[in-house]
């Protein structure tokens, strides 16, 4: 099946310093990626949609220039955590289309652990 | 607003017994929905999906059923095993005016599997 990569897996840093994670589709390529947040004991809440070439579209409520997106390849898409605070501690995790297949779903990473120290 | 909800937040089931797991949905225009299996740590793995114009569909010791009428779709896990043991969400992803945006998922808030040996 599809495989989609995310780096780190996990991160620690200090307040106020930025993060980017890294999501990767390996064997095929991805149009569009999706960038979700879950906390500890609660469900996936989608944050952006990434398209590649184009702007990310970001849900409401998410501030896009505290979580930057790019989506420069068919590849990768990045995810930047601006300015991090303690309350930007969570799970986040992208997934990522087969922009060759139509009506299929979407394949996750194995997620990111962020924790602001 | 519209949201995806499950009945159970935990289930607690003793190996070989066959799981169910239930998801209640409100957005009628949803026309396709899946469910994921998260392991502690780990990203949603996709198990099993199903459109809105089909009421069962069956998979290896899997089985999603919907009633559209009520809205109601639930996973049914045959012969469950202690590798079963994880949280499970349903997702549907919503079709608007120009399509369903595959890939782009409301989750619902996850039931805990624990499977007893």
């Known amino acids: 099946g599809a495989v989609v990569s995310q780096h780190p897996s996990w991160v620690i840093c200090k307040s106020g310093t930025s993060v980017k994670i890294e999501c990767r589709s390996l064997?095929?390529?991805?149009?569009?990626m999706f960038w979700y947040r879950q906390f500890p004991k609660q469900s996936l809440m989608l944050m952006a949609t990434?398209?590649?070439?184009?702007?990310?579209?970001?849900e409401q409520g998410v501030e896009k220039d505290k979580f930057l997106i790019n989506h420069a390849s068919l590849t990768l898409s990045t995810l930047t955590v601006t300015s991090a605070h303690p309350e930007d501690s969570s799970f986040y995790i992208c997934?990522?289309?087969?922009?060759?297949?139509?009506?299929?779903?979407?394949?996750f990473g194995q997620g990111t652990r962020l924790t602001v120290v | 607003g519209e949201s995806v909800g499950l009945h159970l937040p935990t289930l607690s089931v003793q190996e070989g017994d066959n799981s169910i797991i239930n998801c209640a949905y409100s957005?009628?225009?949803?026309?396709?929905f899946i469910w994921y299996k998260q392991e502690s740590g780990k990203g949603p793995q996709f198990i099993i999906d199903?459109?809105?114009?089909?009421d069962k569909r069956q998979g290896q010791r899997v089985t999603v059923l919907l009633n559209k009428t009520v809205k109601h779709l639930s996973l049914q896990i045959a012969a469950t095993q202690p590798g079963d043991s994880a949280v499970y969400f349903c997702?549907?992803?919503?079709?608007?005016?120009?399509?369903?945006?595959?890939?782009?998922?409301?989750f619902g808030q996850g039931t805990i599997l624990t499977v007893h040996p």
């Open positions: 199903i459109r809105s114009n089909m």
């Open positions: 064997d095929f390529q991805a149009t569009t």
């Open positions: 997934s990522a289309r087969d922009g060759r297949r139509r009506n299929t779903e979407a394949f």
């Open positions: 997702a549907e992803n919503i079709r608007h005016a120009g399509g369903t945006s595959y890939g782009k998922l409301t």
């Open positions: 957005n009628s225009a949803s026309d396709y």
């Open positions: 990434s398209n590649e070439g184009s702007k990310a579209t970001y």
